[in-house]
């Protein structure tokens, strides 16, 4: 359903050239979950970002395909993917309380997706909005609709940011790193309410994470970056039994001392 | 026992309204004592919110508690800004982003008198080694280094007034866990070599089992449970250790 080919890019910070991805390649079947694992600094989110060519300014891709139901994005005029973005395909991002703009309540941020893609009208739009509440497990959901960001706590935020990225019943969902900044029991009820509305939706996801222990519990595949390389990709329980290059047997290392109990 | 706290509990104010009045009281921690065994590490463990940094604080003098004492050992520590040390978990806001490594170097070393200034260079490039960096990021800015290398520099300096004890706030938590698990080995290196006590906070208990040989679980600032590292984890008394270990386990 995605898959990206050779892909280069390089950030030109004033002058230097720094290759991020050097012919990265992957693909993410349907409804499979493929975890994108690597260091920071491997270029995990670079990937992440590339899809729907949310890169910054200085960032350039000088070669590459990325085809995502046929059509090759990096050729797709402005137009054409802003279609693609949010309705198609959705983000999470790491910092819940970020990506959330504090000056607008949740519940008028999850309705933005839906008035904008779907045409709905700004009462089937909050009927919605709430719906999509109950989806992530939120109680209360009316009083949650009407707080800004800082009034909830960062599990919360990122159950907000989950039920913005379902809005338009995305076919495929990109999370970078969505459970970093929260707490082990936060994690562990984001995480199983991902698979769950994984199941229940069917969309593809694609997860990165720098912790095999989190790849390990929720994907199909592991794809291990390193410098903008990627260096193995493989079955989950194959790169566990039997890791073949340096950084995933390193990534394994850190996993079974401090990532797992 | 190198540290002994009693009893400490600590309550701040909550203000609201007009001129500041005092409309409620937050209750950080409730009477958690404890004591720390010379060179061992006191795991401290919690979800965030359960009292973990206020903890470190009190014990670090940088608050004072609103009941109890911690007392410390005075044959060993009698200087004690200089014999505890403290790292926190950030190590992008705590290095000063206008000093070049070796002014954050040298500052503890000129402020206790443990080099004469032609000694200084020598000394941090010492230091610089013990956390396994070069020579070159004397000159260097803290926006120069990953954050793996800025907590490495926090080490180094943390260690440039040869501290007896070394109070531990959550410093892995922002990197990750390949860097994590080398900056713990070079930490449980620094202790061996240096005969140092650690007092560990961190809400990942994979990493408390890895550093710990004693463990306080703190929620909402009570102590729930604590023993030694082996039995709580194979024995956890309180459902919400068990629960943490369950987290953990996944």
Redesign the interface.
Known sequence: MLEISNLHVHFDLNGTIVKALCGVALGVGPKETLAVAG???SGKTVTALSVTRLLPSSARVTSGEIYFNGDDLLLLGEGALRKVRGKEIAYIFQEPGTFLNPVYTVGNQIMEPLLLHQGLSRAEAFAEALKLLALVRIKQGRRVFFSYPHQLS?GMNQRIGIAMSLACRPRLLIADEPTTAL???T??EILDLLCELKSNFGFSLLFIT????IAR?IADRICVMHKGFVVEEADTERIFSSPQHFHTK??I???Q????? | MIIHAAHISKYFAVEGGMYKRRTGLVRALEDVSFSVRESSTLGIVGESGSGKTTLAKIVARLIAPSKGTVEFDLARINNFRKDVQIIFQNPYASLDPKMRIKEALYEPLLIHRLAAPRQLRDKALELLDIVEMGEDALVRFPAEFSGGQRQRICIARALATQPKCIILDEPLSSLDLTIQLKLLELLLRVKEKFRLTYLFISHNLSVIKYMADFVIVLQEGRIVEQGGMHELFSHPSHPYTASLLRSARR
Do not use: M
Request: hydrophobic share 30%.
């Open positions: 260091e920071s600094g960062g707490d082990v029991t994690e562990t720098h912790n095999l222990s519990r390193e990534l290392r850190a996993y001392a401090i990532g797992t109990l």
